[in-house]
């Protein structure tokens, strides 16, 4: 069994990366010189051999010495070079969201989609959390379906997962509002079936300044409310996110938010998750 901390998590991912070097694809659309950097410090950092996917023109217009593959759809062919095992990773970096995660889909013959992100606070402390997508976690069974893969997942960097799940007030407040008693019992019925099959869990109700002192891995009482937590730390909070891994077997996509331009992180991360026993993989590759 693994370490609760998550203090040396970032280590462990770097390792992993750098062990690894593998070809990770990253979705380009409007190439801003930022985001070229930040794609190229991971290669220099010997991350991983990047791929970038877009508008070949407008790319080599800013300038880069990275891999280009030419396209006016990268959010398709993210999905189809997965696929084919071109890449043995991909980052979504700027492609479109939606159009990326249905075309993903499509491509890998995935009926639904899982993301974990990946979190830092201010004080530098990673944890993850879930659901993030704003479609994402609204029934009972799709909840505890995402504490155990991303359990599965988070097993993967040596690290037991602890979880703390949220809800939407305190349980005094009980009464007040049904929206709120009913996310009150959700927490309740979900921490007591995970504790059933063996996973460290407790309700922390709304109260996410003790979850995040308590857990390592965080679930939010839904999608939005997902998703604005992420916004909130990264965005306005001084935290930052290194990405959101699809939790996928025989694949590895890692989402991200097209606002920031910084995806060094994400495609270190990408790399790290790559699964060099798995066949086709391109590790060993000699970049192309």
């Known amino acids: 069994m693994g370490s609760k901390n998550t203090e040396g998590l970032l280590e462990i991912i770097e390792k992993k990366a750098l062990e690894n070097k593998a070809r990770v694809a990253i979705g380009v659309r409007d190439p801003t010189p930022k985001m070229l950097k930040s794609a190229k410090d991971a290669q220099d950092a010997g991350y991983a051999h990047v791929v970038l996917i ?3 023109q407008k790319i080599e217009a800013i300038g880069t010495d990275l891999e280009v593959i030419g396209t006016n759809d990268p959010e398709k062919v993210l999905g189809e070079l997965l696929r084919s095992k071109y890449v043995d990773a991909a980052v979504r970096g700027t492609a479109r969201a939606s159009g ?3 075309n993903l889909k499509r491509a890998l013959n995935q009926d639904q989609l899982h993301r974990i ?3 830092l606070t201010a004080e530098g402390k990673p944890f993850f959390i879930a659901p993030v997508g704003i479609d994402e976690g609204d029934e009972l069974a799709d909840k505890i379906n995402f504490i155990k ?6 097993r993967r960097f040596g690290i037991e997962p602890v979880v703390g799940v949220l809800s939407g007030g305190r349980l005094g407040d009980l009464g007040r509002n049904r929206r709120v008693d009913r996310t009150l019992a959700d927490g309740d019925f979900i921490v007591n079936r995970i504790r059933e099959i063996g996973i460290e869990a407790k309700h922390h109700t709304i109260l996410i300044e003790d979850a995040i002192r308590e857990s390592n891995f965080i679930l939010a009482p839904d999608g939005i409310s997902g998703n604005l937590i992420f916004r909130t730390l990264v965005f306005l909070g001084g935290g930052d996110g290194m990405g959101a891994p699809v939790l996928m077997d025989d694949y590895v996509f890692v989402d991200t938010s097209r606002v920031g331009g910084h995806y060094t ?3 270190m991360l ?3 998750l790559v699964d060099k026993s798995i ?3 391109n590790t060993d590759k000699t970049p192309v």
């Open 54 to 56: 877009g508008d070949k």
């Open 100 to 102: 990326t995660l249905s």
């Open 117 to 119: 992100a990946l979190l």
């Open 149 to 154: 893969l991303g359990v599965e997942h988070i």
């Open 265 to 267: 992180k994400a495609i």
């Open 270 to 272: 990408a790399s790290a």
């Open 279 to 281: 066949p086709g993989s």
